[in-house]
């Protein structure tokens, strides 16, 4: 059983940076597929950004990709994403997940996930 624990959110100008956290509790997180997603009003859920157990493999959307960096600290049992570029159209309500197998870019692919933190981009 994983719990997880997302922060950083906030308001930000276009342009701007944040530093999305993700704290799991349980001893296996750092066996763990981990991944960003996120939803905005009125919007389905989408994937963001992905990353294996181990660091070694990382996956983005292509909305994202250059802009968002994925990460994690095992040591912490803690999950990261480094947006920068902000724009308006990244204005949603993020989501980690995590996964005991692989993950993957759908959100069916993960069985554990966050409460989810609020990022709003102003133009």
């Known amino acids: 059983q994983v719990q997880l624990v997302e922060s950083g959110g906030g308001l930000v100008q276009a342009g701007g940076s944040l530093r999305l956290s993700c704290v799991a509790s349980g001893r296996r997180f750092s066996t763990y597929a981990m991944g960003w997603f996120r939803q905005a009003p009125g919007k389905e859920r989408e994937f963001v950004a992905g990353i294996s157990w181990s660091s070694d493999t990382t996956y983005y959307a292509d909305s994202v990709k250059g802009r968002f960096t994925i990460s994690r600290d095992n040591a912490k049992n803690t999950g990261y994403l480094q947006m920068n570029s902000l724009e308006p159209e990244d204005t949603a309500v993020y989501y980690c997940?995590?996964?005991?197998?692989?993950?993957?870019?759908?959100?069916?692919?993960?069985?554990?996930w966050g409460q989810g933190t609020q990022v709003t981009v102003s133009s």
């Open positions: 997940a995590a996964d005991p197998l692989l993950g993957g870019p759908t959100h069916v692919q993960y069985d554990y």
